[in-house]
């Protein structure tokens, strides 16, 4: 009876732990992979690299910081910053809320065209990045070509040289590479909404544009604002398609924070600098991080049928 008694408490223990057990190795691997370099860049923020030092650091405290509040280009980078977010946003939400009520219709071949829409979202973002740099090449660029050929214009736009195309051309690149998952998104929404509140709608004579704001825009609230939060974060991270089209140019006319943040510790060699300014950008999209897990934690969204 003694030996029953000990072994069950024995076992309760394990039960206990076992979960834990499970989950060590990939909870490990997320401490090494994430969280070491995180804890690493936010500390070395920090410091700075004396000069013939060998590589030896000093201690500054918040010496990067007070240096970055005074920097003019950093003040543009960030204004670059918020412009490209909020217009890539905007732009994917509205692309992708025209082409998922289109796509929800009823008409012959539209899963054809579903899966056609999702071409820009698979194409990898280097072949699509370098794609649009032909086609807006100044010299022999195909949009210049058309645009000649219609007479819109002689010598053509600049589009990726000029400070006022720049910013606008990688926009509507990011547009074109995102705005499918937000059609996605809301397409299975709509899938979602009671088509029953439609017909009584009708019976009670409302209008298609009264149909759209007080059933379907309510219907497809929640994943709508779960794919903005979605595109936000990850507009805001984008980094490849503005490095590989404008590298930032002309004169950081299309500079935004990660191109900047890259650029200063790559190419300056200012990796402490440019530490503080990635800490600063962590700061800024951590709020939206933390907003999205919380509503996330909350358990909202949408089955499709």
Known sequence: MEIKKAVKPRRKIIKNIHPYILIFPGFFLICLILVYP???????????????????????????YKRLAGDPSFWMTLKNTA??????????????????????REFRGRGVFRSLILIPWVVPTIAGALSWQW???????VL???????GVTARGF??????????PSVISVAVWKGGPFVTIMLLAALQAVDRQ???????????MLSKFWHIT???????????????????????????IMTNGGPANASMILPVYTYLTAFSFNELNYAAAIACVGLLIIGVVGVYYIVRNSRGMGVKVK
């Open 38 to 64: 995180l804890a690493r860049g936010i500390l070395s923020s920090f410091f700075a690299q004396e000069f013939m030092s060998l590589g030896l650091k000093k201690f500054v405290g918040l010496l990067q």
């Open 83 to 104: 412009i490209w977010v909020v217009a890539v946003v905007v732009f994917q939400y509205l692309f992708g809320l025209s082409s998922a009520l289109l796509l929800n």
């Open 144 to 150: 210049n070509y058309v645009l000649k050929t219609i």
């Open 158 to 167: 600049d589009w990726l040289g000029s400070i006022d195309l720049a910013l």
């Open 197 to 207: 509140l439609y017909e009584v709608a009708e019976l009670d004579g409302a209008g």
């Open 135 to 141: 086609i807006f090449d100044w010299q022999f660029g």
């Open 217 to 243: 825009m309510p219907g497809i609230k929640e994943v709508t604002i779960t794919s903005i939060l979605l595109r936000i974060i990850w507009t805001f991270n984008q980094f490849d398609i503005v490095n």
